[in-house]
């Protein structure tokens, strides 16, 4: 079954400039943006500028470049952040997918949550 893109998410709106956002770090193929409920200290979005849904879809059918661009922001943002693990104290990144995933925005996004410990991965 195909992945189906909703061009009116938030995000999308986003990227297109319909909606402000506190802007972090933004190259060719990313920008990375603070959360507007945070959830830690340090919690920001970064989302590809193509059209994915999820990164299952992106791993899929994004091309190469836009997928080196993609983490490189990823990278980049950790060490902005201070949370990189050669020199800060780490983050959790998650990647919220699908309906059992409870994503809410249907644009590609990873959290960096990052400045107090996240706790146990899953609460049981
Ligand atoms: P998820 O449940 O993984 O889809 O997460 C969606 C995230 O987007 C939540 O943490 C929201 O707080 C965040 N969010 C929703 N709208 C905005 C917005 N306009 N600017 C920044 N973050 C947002």
Do not use: W
């Not at 193509?50 to 992106?58: L, M, N, P, Q």
């Not at 990823?74 to 990647?95: E, H, K, P, Q, T």
């Amino acid at each position: 079954m195909a992945y189906k893109y909703d061009d009116e998410n938030i995000f999308a709106k986003i990227l297109r400039g319909e909606i402000p956002n506190d802007t972090v770090l933004e190259n060719e193929y990313a920008l990375a943006f603070r959360d507007i409920n945070p959830q830690r200290p340090h919690h920001v979005l970064i989302i590809p500028k193509g059209r994915y849904v999820s990164f299952d879809h992106f791993a899929k059918e994004a091309a190469d470049d836009q997928i080196i661009g993609y983490i490189q922001a990823i990278g980049a943002v950790c060490d902005l952040l201070n949370v990189s693990i050669d020199n800060g104290d780490g983050f959790r990144m998650i990647a919220n997918s699908g309906q059992h995933g409870v994503q809410e925005v249907p644009h590609l996004h990873v959290h960096i949550l990052g400045g107090s410990s996240c706790g146990k991965m899953i609460q049981s």
